[in-house]
């Protein structure tokens, strides 16, 4: 799963998703954000149980996937990239 998208614009698109993970998850799951490419169209959500926030971006891909990746570490990781355009 390859796409290219600004840091910032990913950045903060997942800040707003970021306020529906709860630091005591009982399910060691609802501490990720799932990421779903489907060629230029990235999903990305995040469920606390009783709520789901999702979002959508266009970036630049040609392929297709998903993953679930560690909310913090992903937010930690974006904030220490600078902008690249």
């Given at each position: 799963?390859?796409?290219?998208?600004?840091?910032?614009?990913?950045?903060?698109?997942?800040?707003?998703?970021?306020?529906?993970?709860?630091?005591?998850?009982?399910?060691?799951i609802l501490d990720?954000?799932?990421?779903?490419?489907?060629?230029?169209?990235?999903?990305?959500?995040?469920?606390?149980?009783?709520?789901?926030?999702?979002?959508?971006?266009?970036?630049?891909?040609?392929?297709?996937?998903?993953?679930?990746?560690?909310?913090?570490?992903?937010?930690?990781?974006?904030?220490?990239?600078?902008?690249?355009?």
């Amino acid at each position: 799963m390859k796409f290219i998208v600004s840091s910032s614009y990913l950045q903060k698109h997942l800040q707003m998703l970021g306020g529906v993970i709860n630091s005591n998850n009982t399910l060691p799951i609802l501490d990720n954000f799932l990421l779903e490419l489907n060629g230029k169209e990235l999903k990305v959500s995040a469920s606390d149980m009783e709520t789901t926030m999702l979002t959508a971006l266009e970036v630049e891909s040609e392929d297709d996937g998903s993953i679930a990746i560690p909310a913090k570490l992903l937010l930690d990781t974006l904030k220490t990239f600078p902008e690249q355009h």
